[in-house]
Nanobody
Framework: QVQLVESGGGLVQPGGSLRLSCAASGTVLLFYNVNWYRQTPGKQRELVAAITSGGSGNSADSVKGRFFISRDVNKNTVYLQMNSLQPEDTAVYSC??????????WGQGTQVTVSS
């Protein structure tokens, strides 16, 4: 059974940093494209960063220069480093792993709240 478990969310002051983790079990993330999404009530889900199975990462224009995606193959985990956080970054962040063969998995999400 494949599971993705996000962690690392919480309450942070504006300007602070958090690192989110997406840990996989039951499969090997190395073989997937992994995406980080965020969503707030009433708004469409937004793709904020992605890393390909080949290890190439990218982030959305809205967070470019502040959010960075990476992975640790040995730990079977993908990370989202978030710096210079602002109140508008408040959302539930979820990871999504997509295999070229069509399989796709989601984690349960982790809440990030940016507030003073």
């Amino acid at each position: 059974q494949v599971q993705l478990v996000e962690s690392g969310g919480g309450l942070v002051q504006p300007g602070g940093s958090l690192r989110l983790s997406c840990a996989a079990s039951g499969t090997v993330l190395l073989f997937y494209n992994v995406n980080w999404y965020r969503q707030t009530p009433g708004k469409q889900r937004e793709l904020v960063a992605a890393i390909t199975s080949g290890g190439s990462g990218n982030s959305a224009d809205s967070v470019k220069g502040r959010f960075f995606i990476s992975r640790d193959v040995n730990k079977n985990t993908v990370y989202l480093q978030m710096n210079s956080l602002q109140p508008e970054d408040t959302a539930v962040y979820s990871c999504n792993a997509v295999h070229s063969g069509g399989a796709a998995y989601w984690g349960q999400g982790t809440q990030v709240t940016v507030s003073s």
